[in-house]
């Protein structure tokens, strides 16, 4: 079992920048590739970014390609959603999750992944 749990969302304003925390404890996450996804009120959950055990291979999905990066540090049990230029329409709640898909082109589906925090709030207003 991994219990995963999020940190660092808020709210800030249009064009700042936030990174967001994902720790990990019972169980090292460096067997399990990374994932974040973000869910806005009414809307479907949608894929953000995801990074493979070792750090090599990254997606990001189409909405933050250039703005956002995502990163791990396997010794820390934790990855990392730094978010730059933010837009309003990030506002979202953002939720980390671990999983192993067996290929790069699953990374962007949420049924690949096993263990899922509870989620932190990002607000951007305008």
């Known amino acids: 079992q991994v219990q995963l749990v999020e940190s660092g969302g808020g709210l800030v304003q249009a064009g700042d920048s936030l990174t967001l925390s994902c720790t990990a404890s019972g169980r090292t996450i460096s067997t399990y590739t990374m994932g974040w996804f973000r869910q806005a009120p009414g809307k479907e959950r949608e894929f953000v970014a995801a990074i493979s055990r070792s750090g090599d291979n990254i997606v990001y999905g189409d909405s933050v390609k250039g703005r956002f990066a995502i990163s791990r540090v396997n010794a820390r049990n934790t990855v990392y959603l730094q978010m730059n230029s933010l837009k309003p329409e990030d506002t979202a709640v953002y939720s980390c999750?671990?999983?192993?898909?067996?290929?790069?082109?699953?990374?962007?589906?949420?049924?690949?992944?096993?263990?899922w925090g509870q989620g932190t709030q990002v607000t951007v207003s305008s």
């Open positions: 999750a671990a999983g192993s898909p067996r290929y790069y082109r699953n990374y962007r589906q949420a049924d690949e992944y096993n263990y």
